[in-house]
């Protein structure tokens, strides 16, 4: 009836590997959105969601079958420190298969599992509609990540020191096997089961790799890979995850867990977003060093089944993981070349990029901005122009720019499709939010709205370019989701 198609691989693996969970009903669901272009996507029966039992399905109410219904286990690093997890407030209802791809389909939010530890399994609306509104964010902006399928209110309050409203989303991902899934598997349980793992999650992602030798260190090479392309794309559009612990990195190279996450306004390469974060690990210039060191881990997982001699297998999971700074550079560099219109290579370019970003960082300029003028408007007629260092640098890129002898058209193509004009802005996203939570939604389906092409430059985006106030204090997310 709602279009599901199950397949439930994950059970495959030891019954450690997951938990089985019963319903765990909530009081009075409502639909609040449906993500129809996503349900389209995923061949889903956009109607029969919207109904009465879509939307008992959508909040845990009632078990689609065909469905697994299973919270999975996991470990990880947290700010450093190993602990284990697991799904405490999540639970998957199933592997969906279209056209021949496979997609986790979870409800985060969905009540208590064994591994909810204190918690109480529950998620709060305001931060649900905020995972909902950056992961289509993300997507629409072209970096990998989870999306939002629908978010249901439950009826139900949610203690956060305050009453809050309790919500439920509904999480698309290629897999949710994470860092901290072969963390767990390594350290809690066993050669064996790790082995099982990493051949699961090869037959899944990375099906070409199964026959080949020496398959795990190109497995762990491919999800280095991944890393360093999905890190630059971070850094490229500005954007900070905040809590880069290694069970918040998927092996599929997916965005994923959208806590105190948010776009950088003026460029500062210290920024820090999150409220735990107080001795700024994940800060945006430490994002690459933190995916390597995530990566590392990763791989100490895999060291047994690399070699049975430790002594190669930790040189050639090094060497391996090694390869992330060079491909990050690269992958990054790219980006901001696209972003800057320099399609040919020239010897200045990453002195160029390097000067701009302590530029942009000096005179506290407004990084998206900053690009989008750079793009559509008259260089000449710009009041950061007037800044003799700016003025400099200006002079410097045109020079390489005009060098290129490439087609203005061709540099304005590349350009407009590497700088958004719409970023959802901190102070815009919580406006929406807290409006949102006190009953008007109109602000947040006009984010939504607008966030269905965040490149368009029209007099509706050109509003969102306006740098938002001043406060004394940074803007901080919390983690009491
Ligand atoms: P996160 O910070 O969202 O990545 O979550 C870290 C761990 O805490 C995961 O194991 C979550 O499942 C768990 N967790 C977060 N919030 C809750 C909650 N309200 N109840 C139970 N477990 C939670
Ligand atoms: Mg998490």
Redo the contacts with the bound molecule.
């Keep these: 009836m709602m279009g599901f198609n199950f397949d439930n691989s994950y059970l495959s693996l030891p019954d450690e590997f997951y938990s089985k969970i019963d319903l765990n009903k909530v009081a009075n669901p409502k639909l609040f959105i449906l993500n129809e272009n996503l349900a389209k996507e995923l061949n889903l029966n956009i109607e029969n969601l919207k109904d009465k039992e879509g939307v008992e399905i959508l909040s845990g109410n009632k078990k689609v079958s065909g469905g697994s219904y299973i919270a999975q286990a996991?470990a990880g690093h947290?700010f450093g420190y190993f602990t284990m997890?697991?799904?405490?407030?999540?639970v998957l209802i199933g592997e969906h298969i279209v056209d021949n791809k496979r997609y986790d389909i979870q409800l985060k939010g969905s009540g208590?599992t064994p591994?909810?530890?204190n918690?109480?399994?529950?998620?709060v609306f305001g931060p649900m509609l905020r995972e909902y509104l950056i992961s289509e964010a993300m997507h629409k902006l072209n970096i990998k990540t989870t999306r939002s399928l629908a978010v249901v209110t439950t009826g139900e309050d949610v203690f956060r020191y305050t009453r809050k409203k309790g919500a439920i989303l509904t999480r698309i991902a290629k897999s949710h096997i994470r860092f901290g899934t072969f963390e767990f598997a390594q350290r809690l349980l066993g050669y064996e089961e790790t082995k099982l793992l990493a051949d699961y999650t090869i037959k899944r992602h990375y099906k070409d790799l199964e026959n080949e030798e020496d398959k795990y260190v190109k497995f762990l090479y491919e999800v280095v890979k991944n890393h360093a392309k999905l890190v630059a794309s971070w850094q490229s559009i500005g954007f900070i995850h905040g809590?880069m612990?290694t069970?918040?990195m998927t092996i599929s190279g997916e965005t994923i867990?959208y806590?105190p996450c948010a776009f950088m306004d003026t460029f500062n390469k210290n920024t820090v977003f999150s409220s735990i974060d107080t001795q700024g690990r994940y800060s945006y210039k430490n994002q690459p060093i933190m995916a390597y060191w995530n990566l590392c881990r990763f791989s100490e997982s895999l060291l047994l089944l690399i070699d049975k001699d430790k002594d190669i297998a930790v040189k050639k999971a090094s060497e391996t993981v090694y390869k992330f700074h060079e491909l990050f550079e690269k992958n990054y560099i790219k980006l901001m070349k696209n972003k800057l219109g320099l399609i040919k290579d020239n010897q200045k370019d990453k002195n160029l990029i390097q000067n701009l970003l302590d530029l942009l960082e000096k005179y506290e300029i407004d990084y998206t901005n900053f690009f989008v003028n750079l793009t559509y408007e008259n260089l000449d007629e710009l009041e950061i122009f007037k800044i003799e260092e700016l003025n400099f640098w200006k002079n410097e890129y045109m020079s390489v720019l005009n060098s290129q002898k490439i087609s203005k058209e061709e540099i304005f193509d590349i350009m407009k499709k590497s700088n958004p004009v719409f970023i959802p802005r901190n102070n815009i996203v919580q406006d929406a939010l807290d409006e949102a939570e006190n009953g008007n939604y109109t602000p947040f389906m006009k984010i939504l709205k607008d966030l269905e092409n965040p490149f368009d430059y029209n007099e509706d985006t050109k509003k969102y370019s306006k740098v938002p106030r001043k406060t004394k204090y940074p803007f901080k997310t919390y983690?009491g989701?």
């Design positions: 996991y947290q997890l697991g799904d405490g407030r999540a208590q591994y909810s530890r918690g109480d399994g529950r998620a809590v612990n069970d918040n867990d806590g983690c989701t």
